[in-house]
């Protein structure tokens, strides 16, 4: 069975860190593109950041650039997303998904252009 399960949410303080987890079973993270997306409640998805299946492409929202680190371990076939000096604003569920129809070098910037999706993990940054 595709599953892809985050992990790391947790509340935190602006200005701290986390470190999110997206660890796939059923298939090997190392044929994917990699993306990490955010939502709040009645609003779309946006994305924040990407890898590509070869790891040589990465791509982050304006909002997050320099603060956020997207990175694979394909030991562990996770894909981690290292968020530090968090802001107020990056409370959201953060999901991560995948996409195996782009060639290596690709980063979907797009939700509807990943197949598969995890469920999701909170993140909540108090001021």
């Known amino acids: 069975q595709v599953q892809l399960v985050e992990s790391g949410g947790g509340s935190v303080q602006a200005g701290g860190s986390l470190r999110l987890s997206c660890a796939a079973s059923?298939?090997?993270?190392?044929?994917?593109?990699i993306g990490w997306f955010r939502q709040t409640p009645g609003k779309e998805r946006e994305g924040v950041s990407c890898?590509?299946?070869?790891?040589?492409?990465?791509n982050y929202a304006d909002s997050v650039k320099g603060r956020f680190t997207i990175s694979r371990d394909s030991a562990k076939n996770t894909v981690y997303l290292q968020m530090n000096s968090l802001k107020p604003g990056g409370t959201a569920v953060y999901y991560c998904?995948?996409?195996?129809?782009?060639?290596?070098?690709?980063?979907?910037?797009?939700?509807?252009?990943?197949?598969?999706w995890g469920q999701g993990t909170q993140v909540t940054v108090s001021s």
């Open positions: 998904a995948a996409d195996d129809l782009v060639a290596n070098y690709v980063c979907p910037s797009k939700a509807g252009e990943y197949t598969y």
């Open positions: 059923g298939f090997t993270l190392d044929y994917y593109a």
């Open positions: 890898i590509s299946s070869s790891g040589g492409t990465t």
